[in-house]
């Protein structure tokens, strides 16, 4: 069963907040992770919710917040935010260029509510869809050569094919947007891929 996720309504979102060049909006917010609160900036391509989620207001209004998905996460991607979220607060989601999601699927099986749909093909998940900034990315740019986008990718050379120099291109028929591009990306200050989700914190 795949999560539903509209696609247009995607890249209408990514060009209204700016994903190609605008700098990630710094309105603070708390997250809670391991039992730790902390700081989290709201990054431009919106919330990234764990695999099979429903759409967002259903997604909400479902989810008990029994955080059983983050205790059976591989990788320990899901965090949660925190009290201060309003209507998020509680909720998990998952910040890649932290700790990206492996597809491993185990929290749409523990999922007790129902939102997050039980998935067992990764290639059913349709978390977002991964977006280059080629002036960013030094293999578009010109000032390097990498492929660690490429690499990481549980799809590769399906989701993400290279050209010259390890230059990245996303199909994004096939991305799944689990993060492990943005993960894996060279590029610190601001990560030459990213994972645009159309979910919008407000």
Not at 7 to 29: D, P, Q
Not at 89 to 95: D, N
Not at 101 to 125: F, H, I, M, R, W
Request: proline share 5%; aromatic share 4%; net charge positive.
């Amino acid at each position: 069963m795949k999560a539903p996720f509209d696609r247009r309504s995607l890249f209408r979102g990514a060009l209204r907040l700016g994903l190609a060049g605008a700098s990630a909006a710094a309105v603070a917010g708390v997250l809670r992770q391991g039992g730790a609160a902390r700081p989290v900036e709201r990054a431009a391509p919106g919330i990234l919710r764990p695999p099979g989620a429903l759409d967002e207001q259903a997604f909400l209004a479902t989810c008990v917040r029994c955080q059983l998905c983050a205790q059976v996460c591989d990788t320990g991607c899901i965090e949660y935010c925190g009290p201060y979220e309003r209507r998020h607060a509680g909720s998990p989601h998952i910040v890649a260029e932290r700790v990206a999601c492996n597809l491993c699927l185990a929290c749409t099986q523990a999922c007790p509510s129902g939102a997050l749909a039980k998935l067992t093909e990764p290639t059913d998940v349709r978390m977002g869809v991964a977006v280059v900034d080629e002036r960013l990315c030094v293999s578009h740019n010109g000032t390097g050569a990498c492929g660690a986008c490429h690499t990481a990718c549980p799809l590769k050379n399906r989701a993400i094919t290279q050209g010259l120099r390890n230059a990245p291109t996303v199909h994004e028929e096939q991305c799944v947007g689990c993060g492990l591009c943005e993960e894996a990306c060279i590029v610190y200050d601001r990560k030459a891929i990213r994972v645009v989700s159309g979910r919008e914190w407000a």
